[in-house]
């Protein structure tokens, strides 16, 4: 099949403010350390005048993914919910100048939220603790699915987070009809093991009936399965999906493909930030299944995308992945 894009991604168009705080810090702030909070705009007023040392950049799960896709030669597409405001302009133009096509322009409606951001706080140990305001990006719904868009990837990535409204749940499914329809294939980040506490149900139906592929790690696998036991989520999971994936941080990477079962072990790495590893993890998988590699292959691109971005502050690659993939003697 021709297409026009190799990757297109929906998921919530997040701003991401980046700053340092050590542990007295976030206890000062009422901040939980090391996980995503949602955050209301008023508390996000009050953390983004906190933080001393930020720095901006257009985020977001699967739109990091993107960008790392994109350091690969592929072509991407980001699709998202902007506000035609300073944050949501700044989003939609440093995508496109990072090579991701941004196919939906800033929403221009008064009574919209402002564009989503989330303050994200580093600690010395590498911990991240998200505070994210879902803003304009949260609203996202059928209405913002281009089928055309949809009908022109081959694969096609959704961002788990967006299953908080009903609205994004039906997004979902019309993306995949469509992806589908031309042949494409869609696949999901599960996100967040809260978020598959709220969605337990639709998360495992959607899987079932619309996913070709699932990563998570074992966290969130675990909370949907509700088991102790890694396996028997795994083997319900790859029971009604064709390939799943489970991260498991410094324990290898878990990959199944109908009866073909691969561990990948991850490079141990002293993180810097390690805000974006599963992003750019997903960011090499993905580059794997599209130019047709094993599952092996897949998982060590996937390992080897997630150790170069954990070196340095933010969930982007600061050298191009394709340039890291030829060091590691993988292309």
């Not at 998200?130 to 913002?144: I, P, Q, S, V």
Request: glycine content about 10%; proline content about 5%; aromatic content about 8%.
């Amino acid at each position: 099949m021709t297409t026009q894009y190799d990757v297109v991604g929906i998921g919530n168009a997040i701003v991401d403010v980046i700053s340092h705080g050590d542990d007295s810090f976030l206890d000062n702030m009422g901040i939980e350390k090391g996980i995503m909070q949602l955050v209301e705009r008023k508390r996000a007023e009050v953390l983004y005048a906190a933080m001393t040392d930020r720095v901006q950049t257009p985020g977001g799960s699967v739109a990091n993914t993107l960008a790392g896709l994109g350091t690969l030669g592929l072509a991407t597409a980001f699709v998202g919910r902007v506000k035609n405001d300073a944050l949501g302009r700044f989003y939609a133009e440093n995508m496109e100048k990072d090579g991701t096509t941004f196919p939906n322009p800033p929403v221009d409606d008064a009574s919209q939220p402002p564009t989503s951001r989330s303050m994200i706080f580093v600690s010395p140990d590498g911990e991240r603790s998200m505070n994210t305001y879902l803003g304009c990006g949260a609203e996202f719904g059928e209405e913002d699915v281009d089928v055309s868009v949809m009908e022109n990837t081959r694969y096609l990535f959704l961002e788990g987070y967006l299953f908080d409204k009903d609205k994004g749940k039906r997004a979902f499914m019309a993306a995949a009809n469509a992806c589908h329809h031309a042949g494409g294939k869609a696949g999901i980040t599960l996100s967040d093991p809260f978020c598959v506490d709220r969605h337990r149900d639709s998360f495992r139906e959607l899987i079932e009936n619309d996913m070709d592929y699932t990563i998570g790690n074992e966290a969130e696998w675990k909370s949907l399965y509700q088991t102790d036991s890694l396996e028997t989520a795994l083997n319900e999971a790859a029971a009604i999906c064709p390939v799943v994936v489970c991260t498991r941080s410094g324990n290898p990477v878990i990959l199944i493909r109908d009866d073909e079962r691969v561990e990948v072990p991850v490079q141990r790495v002293t993180p810097v930030d390690a805000t974006g590893a599963g992003d750019q993890f997903a960011a090499g998988f993905l580059y794997g299944l599209a130019t047709g590699q094993t599952l092996e292959m897949s998982g060590r691109m996937g390992v080897t995308a997630a150790a170069e971005v954990i070196r340095h502050i933010g969930p982007r690659p600061e050298r191009p992945l394709r340039e890291v993939f030829h060091k590691a003697g993988l292309l």
